[in-house]
């Protein structure tokens, strides 16, 4: 993201101009003008060592700032704040609380360790698993000062004491302490609700003690939500230790020429057979062979579901008769599903 993105997309919440000056005035961006004669509104950009910008908004003749207003000027701020310290020479190597953690997700596998250690000293964070980083899949379709604007209001609460990092992808990332996660995730849900920001997934993942920073835990979390977004079926929320499986099978390449080399059947099945036999192995799999679990999700009679095995492919037959194909024929059966419902295959 530019300096110019996130005046653009401030302006365009604000419904006015925007301009972000240098301490010597001089323009790093600005949005659309209007008439520059009209009163305006200078909001100072501040980091550790003091000012560092000036952000301009056009007041005369406009309607006042509303809270949601200021909430999205806060935001723009901060993300101007990362975006001028990345450009600089200084890394902004504050000790207070909203420097260290805004350090966290820093490029710099050296600045994110100082910064851990910084937080585990300061008692900011504990390292291990008492440590919980989230990944918030929130309002895909909102702008990044709009879910900046939400991520620090998610930060700004007293409990459950979240602490908003930043942005990872499409995730805003929040850390906190380990709790009650239905309760916890139920907090951000309400919260989501009340700021109107509807919410597509939401994974976490705990602090491994080994590790010097979060930069695991924070992909683990992000791994989490996308898969729970692509499979809403796993449920609203979930920990990246509840998705073994899918984290593994997201993992690999999407290509479906894979499924000729890992399973055979699979590829059979998917590739070259019928949804309705690949839906009744699926499901025959799903339940561990249980023939009146499958009958029931199926609809069927045994008879009928005994008829369909016995007509497979001989190499579908062979897999269902050995016990590592059936399981690979099993993974690789997800595996399909999960590129397809990400568009990977």
Not at 51 to 71: H, N, Q
Not at 157 to 183: H, N, T
Not at 273 to 289: A, F, H, I, M, S
């Amino acid at each position: 993201m530019r300096i110019q993105d996130v005046v653009d997309e401030l302006a365009e919440s604000l419904g006015r101009s925007v301009v972000v000056n240098d301490l010597a005035y001089r323009p790093l961006a600005a949005s659309e003008q209007g008439d520059e004669q009209r009163e305006r509104l200078a909001v100072p950009i501040r980091d550790e060592s003091g000012t560092v910008a000036i952000l301009w908004l056009l007041t005369g003749d406009l309607p006042p700032l509303t809270s949601a207003d200021y909430a999205a000027i806060e935001a723009a701020g901060s993300l101007l704040r990362g975006l001028l310290a990345a450009e600089g020479e200084d890394a902004g190597e504050g000790t207070s609380r909203p420097a260290v953690l805004r350090r966290l997700l820093s490029a710099d596998p050296s600045t994110r360790r100082r910064a851990f250690s910084d937080a585990v000293a300061k008692r900011f964070l504990e390292r291990g698993p008492g440590t919980v980083v989230r990944a918030v899949m929130v309002g895909l379709d909102r702008s990044h000062v709009e879910r900046v604007a939400f991520g620090r209001h998610l930060g700004a609460l007293r409990s459950p004491g979240f602490a908003f990092l930043g942005e990872c992808g499409d995730a805003l990332i929040v850390v906190g302490r380990a709790g009650d996660r239905e309760a916890l995730d139920a907090t951000v849900r309400r919260e989501a609700a009340r700021y109107g920001m509807p919410v597509a997934a939401i994974g976490s993942a705990h602090h491994d003690r080994a590790d010097d920073d979060l930069q695991t835990a924070v992909d683990q979390a992000c791994t989490a939500a996308a898969i729970i977004s692509a499979l809403p079926q796993l449920g609203p929320g979930a920990d990246i230790s509840e998705l073994g499986a899918w984290a593994m099978l997201s993992a690999i390449v999407g290509d479906r020429r894979q499924l000729a080399t890992f399973s055979p059947a699979a590829h059979r099945l998917c590739v070259e057979g019928d949804p309705l036999q690949r839906t009744t192995v699926e499901t025959y799999l799903d339940v561990c062979g249980q023939v009146r679990d499958a009958c029931e999700l199926l609809h069927i009679h045994r008879t009928t579901l005994y008829y369909r095995l016995e007509n497979m492919p001989e190499v579908v037959k062979a897999a269902l008769d050995d016990g590592m194909q059936r399981s690979t024929l099993h993974l690789c059966l997800k595996l399909i599903r999960f590129w397809e419902a990400t568009g990977r295959a």
